[in-house]
């Protein structure tokens, strides 16, 4: 029996780094001072873009604050609707995972911009939903969405991680 030139990282290294990287991310984003300067300017951003890919649609929408409405509806992008857990959870899996810096620098840029631009798609699409079909919109929001949001950290974990361990000098991408 021959044993590998490089050990395997262990599986219950990346459990722990990842819970330990999930439960600090998590603690830090409910920081008073993360909430208020980060995160606030965040969900404001969220709602302006929101309206204007609706404006772009053809809905008489304005923004201000977190709120997008029109004159038939409005909805309000708050925390839990922001995409952030879904961040976390990709960043910890990232972070975790034995790659390059390199490699996971670039994978946590790149796996942000599509939960981001996501949740921009699930801004939109929620308020269409409570616009023209307001009886679906729990179930969008608080089912659908938040699943989705889970599901898509998730994916973007095994995308990335199967772009690393498949790239030449693994790790290295």
Known sequence: MTQSATPRPSLGRFVAVFVLGFTILQTVLHLPWVERSLLEPYLELSARTGSFVLSLLGFGTDASGTSIASDSFAVEVRRGCDG??????????????????RARVLGIGSGLAVIVLVNIVRVVS??????????????????????????????????????VTRAPGRGRV
């Open 126 to 163: 929620l308020f269409w939903i409570g616009d023209a079909h307001p009886e679906y919109f729990d179930r969008a929001h608080g089912e659908i969405w938040q699943a989705t949001f889970v599901v898509l950290g998730f994916l973007l974990f095994l995308s990335w991680t199967s772009l």
């Open 84 to 101: 952030t857990g879904a961040m976390a959870l990709f960043v910890a899996g990232v972070a975790a995972f034995p790659a390059s810096l």
